[in-house]
């Protein structure tokens, strides 16, 4: 599998998905702040972690990159 798996509901139809976290430290329907910590990455069974992102929109993968670059 690919671990505990965290959706964001970030309004407007869009939310995003991360998968392959070891821990979330937030509990359903929690506010988070941007840039604040959400979980911890890995799996005991892992030596090199992996974290995959999706973003929807109104429930359909949409393309993240515009979104990342906008925020470097």
């Known amino acids: 599998g690919y671990g505990e798996l ?9 939310h995003s998905l991360l998968s392959g976290l070891a821990r979330i430290d937030n509990t359903i329907g929690q506010w ?5 910590p959400v979980g911890v990455m890995g799996r005991p069974d892992s030596r090199k972690p992996v974290l995959y992102v999706e973003l929807r929109r109104n429930g359909q ?9 906008a925020h470097k």
């Open 6 to 14: 965290l959706i964001i509901k970030h309004g407007e139809g869009y």
């Open 32 to 36: 988070v702040v941007a840039g604040e």
């Open 61 to 69: 993968p949409i393309n993240p990159l515009p979104w990342l670059a």
